[in-house]
């Protein structure tokens, strides 16, 4: 059997953190955690409940897997993957319900980040739930003639850097984007990957040093510059400033 356990991103990172460091990664088990609610879209739960760490814990242990799957068929593959990847693996899923971006035809591939929309101008790398926004703020942005290439990044540890290289190559500057602090996640392995094999400017948008609050998915998503609307004004901004 392989073991497959799930709660609440908070706890499932934060209260087992030794039994995951201990009595998984160390001897390298084959178990499989799946953290739920992850990021400030928890909503009403509030700063207790809103895991916002758990991606920068996660991927710092020895041997563990880290996933972020976008949608729904997304995730269906991630688990399926889980269940024949030998080793530990955190899969962090969100509570809203998400758009679906991927058709029947998508197949997850552990070693590669996904160039959902390409583009010239600016390099979008996000995962999760964030992923749609940025794809709305893509298209609104296209018709201001800055063209973003939006890069799902779903395996933040081993990162496809290889990816990363090729579309900051061509833009000079990434920009992310992450419903998780900007310390220790998704940001943070870009700036990691750039700064030892491609060196460039990255702007990180998530969750700044801060707890989360309570409140409506919505609102959380809006009050934290994480929504499309304010993603458009920021990487506008950002651009005017590079170009």
């Not at 041997?63 to 729904?72: E, F, G, K, Q, Y």
């Not at 010239?120 to 995962?127: C, G, I």
């Not at 579309?167 to 310390?183: D, G, L, R």
Request: charged share 25%; aromatic share 8%; glycine share 6%.
């Amino acid at each position: 059997k392989i073991p497959f356990v799930s709660s609440f991103a908070m706890f499932a990172t934060g209260r087992t953190y030794d039994q995951i460091r201990n009595a998984v990664c160390y001897p390298n088990f084959n178990v499989k955690i799946v953290g739920t609610h992850g990021g400030v879209t928890v909503g009403e739960d509030g700063a207790t409940h809103q895991a916002l760490e758990d991606i920068a814990i996660m991927r710092n242990i020895p041997h563990m897997t880290v996933i972020v799957p976008a949608d729904c068929r997304e995730c269906e593959e991630v688990i399926k993957y889980a269940s024949l990847h030998d080793g530990p693996m955190y899969i962090r899923i969100s509570r809203c319900n998400v758009p679906d971006i991927f058709d029947e035809h998508y197949h997850f591939n552990i070693h590669k980040a996904v160039v959902v929309e390409e583009g010239t101008d600016v390099s979008v790398f996000t995962n999760g739930e964030t992923l749609a926004e940025a794809l709305l703020a893509a298209e609104e942005l296209r018709q201001d003639g800055i063209s973003l290439e939006v890069i799902n990044v779903p395996v933040i540890k081993p990162l496809d850097f290889q990816t990363v290289i090729e579309s900051v190559k061509k833009t000079k500057f990434a920009i992310t984007v992450e419903n998780h602090s900007i310390i220790g996640g998704l940001g943070t392995a870009i700036c990691e990957t750039l700064a030892s094999r491609y060196p460039a400017k990255v702007y990180r948008i998530g969750i700044h040093d801060e707890f989360g609050q309570s409140g409506k998915s919505d609102e959380l998503i809006k009050y934290y510059g994480l929504d499309s609307e304010a993603l458009v004004k920021r990487i506008r901004t950002i651009y005017n400033k590079e170009k």
